[in-house]
């Protein structure tokens, strides 16, 4: 059987540091992320764990699930001087080369992972807010939750998937691949133009997605050089005897709540179906990386992808068939894998979906970004007889991505929302309870001064009368309320939850 899709999502925002000719952005990332740090160590609102850094012992973004990369493969860097926090809810705040980045806590249902994506957002607001309050007048600065900055340059909305390390790999590049290049239908934030070599605006007015023009290979190991469809890294953060997670660097960043849901949610049933091996069919493309483009820049949906066997099939047809096959292995399987019932509600919105994108695109507007951002453009341009390349199409775009709430553009077309507004305050502070991120976050809430370091699988203790203790949690599923919460309350000390946990431990 499926393990659990335990799933997440690590989004680096853009950001703009204006009033100033003196812009840096790893300056302007570090001022907006302490800025935010310091006012809630100020208020007590809950948050980051004041002195907790975060610990690089177990980075590994240089292992290739291949085993040893090609010649030329580049595995990310990692920055270690930059500011890099651990927040109560589980997450991770910090700074990635030019950019803010926010990891997500470990979920295990899509719908959680809408939320604290959700969270996360008003994270970055509060950020703004607080660092507009330390910065000289007429200074701002300015997060935009998009994948371009429109001269070349892209960045990332990675999703993190936890997989069987018994699945074959060769299975899961077919089966991704497959609807990683199809699910853009529906995932796509929408983009003016194409920065793909050799395309201009007049013969890309407007795409589907904000990241199909930056992919250049099938597989590989990078994720800012020839960024490839399935990516190699083998890094699970986990007990990689029994686990692999899929590290997904496809997607766009979503404003619609929908889109975030679906994106996460198809791709954990379709990865659970390739782990009980269940899909019959292989749609192999004959050349991944340009059917990705294609269906980027299909606003018709209805052009055909070239397949590996001499047949086509357009991404609408491809996304169907997943969906048939989704809904047997429900029936044959159960969904327990990807979160029971929410699992039942990504199934019925994904044929909802499908059907509105076969029936008429334009219906989507307050499910997709994409639509509801083509239609802003497009009328924009009919309003003022505006050519695909005018300067104020492309301003739009960009501000359809201001995460500022009197500016945002997303804020204000009527997008339907799946969490509600109480709910996503509450995950700024609070983890999930179903997963190991609960006891990481109630552990930096409780004890935070005997804490010295902690990532996703360990925590680093120093109670001062002894070595520093590292309290691994390398079971993803486990270190739940369920698990720890009655350990938790019976202990007054970090000292004292050391001491239990040499009689039982949160692994």
């Not at 853009?14 to 990332?29: K, L, R």
């Not at 740090?37 to 610990?55: F, I, K, M, N, Q």
């Not at 099938?218 to 050089?225: A, R």
């Not at 049933?269 to 899909?279: K, P, Q, R, S, T």
Request: some cysteine; charged content about 25%.
């Amino acid at each position: 059987m499926a393990v659990p899709k335990i799933c997440g999502i690590e989004t680096e925002f853009g950001i703009a540091h204006t009033g100033t000719e003196d812009s840096n952005p790893i300056t302007a990332s570090s001022l907006l992320i302490n800025s935010y740090l310091s006012e809630v160590e100020r208020t007590g609102e809950g948050g980051p764990a004041s002195g907790v850094s975060w610990d690089f012992e177990d980075e590994m973004p240089g292992n290739d699930i291949r085993g040893i990369a090609p010649l030329g493969s580049l595995a990310p860097e990692i920055e270690t001087h930059l500011v890099n926090a651990v927040l109560t809810n589980g997450a991770r705040y910090y700074v990635d080369h030019a950019h803010p980045e926010l990891s997500t806590p470990e979920c295990s249902n899509a719908l959680d992972v809408t939320r604290f994506d959700k969270a996360g957002e008003l994270i970055l607001i509060r950020s703004m807010e607080s660092a507009a309050r330390v910065l000289p007048q007429g200074q701002e600065l300015v997060v935009y939750k998009n994948n371009s900055d429109g001269k070349g340059n892209s960045y990332g909305c990675h999703e993190n998937y936890l997989m069987a390390r018994t699945t074959p790999f060769s299975q899961i590049v077919v089966h991704a691949t497959a609807h990683l290049v199809t699910r853009q239908i529906f995932t796509g934030s929408g983009k003016v133009g194409s920065e793909a070599p050799g395309l201009t605006t007049a013969e890309v007015p407007f795409q589907i997605t904000q990241r199909a023009d930056f992919f250049e290979e099938e597989v590989g190991l990078e994720t800012t050089l020839k960024r490839p469809i399935i990516n190699t890294r083998d890094e699970p953060h986990a007990d990689a005897r029994l686990y692999r997670r899929l590290h997904v660097i496809t997607g766009d960043a979503n404003m619609s709540e929908v889109a975030t849901f679906l994106k996460v949610g198809t791709t954990a049933i379709v990865l659970a179906m390739v782990e009980d091996n269940v899909l019959p069919r292989e749609f192999r493309f004959r050349t991944p990386v340009q059917a990705m483009r294609q269906v980027s820049y299909d606003l018709s949906l209805d052009k055909t992808l070239e397949l590996a066997d001499g047949t086509s099939a357009t991404a609408l047809e491809i996304q169907w068939d997943l969906l048939d096959q989704a809904r047997k292995y429900a029936d044959s399987h159960g969904l327990d894998a990807v979160g029971g019932p929410v699992g039942d509600l990504v199934i019925d919105r994904w044929e909802q979906v499908l059907a509105g994108l076969e029936a008429d695109p334009m219906s989507l507007a307050r499910q997709l970004d994409w639509v509801a951002k083509y239609q802003l453009i497009r009328g924009l341009a009919q309003r003022h007889g505006l050519r695909p390349d005018d300067a104020r199409l492309a301003a739009l775009d960009l501000q359809y991505h201001d995460l500022r709430p009197e500016k945002s553009v997303a804020g204000r077309v009527g997008l339907e929302t799946l969490v509600p507004v109480e709910d996503a305050r509450a995950a700024i502070s609070e983890p999930p309870t179903d997963t190991r991120a609960y006891f990481r976050g109630q552990c930096l809430k409780r004890w935070a001064p005997s804490i010295v370091a902690a990532n996703w699988d360990s925590i680093v203790f120093d109670v001062g009368d002894e070595p520093l203790r590292r309290v691994p949690m390398m079971e993803p599923a486990r270190g739940t309320a369920d698990h720890v919460r009655d350990l938790l309350a019976d202990c007054h000390t970090a000292a004292d939850l050391l001491k239990r946990l040499g009689e039982q431990s949160p692994r």
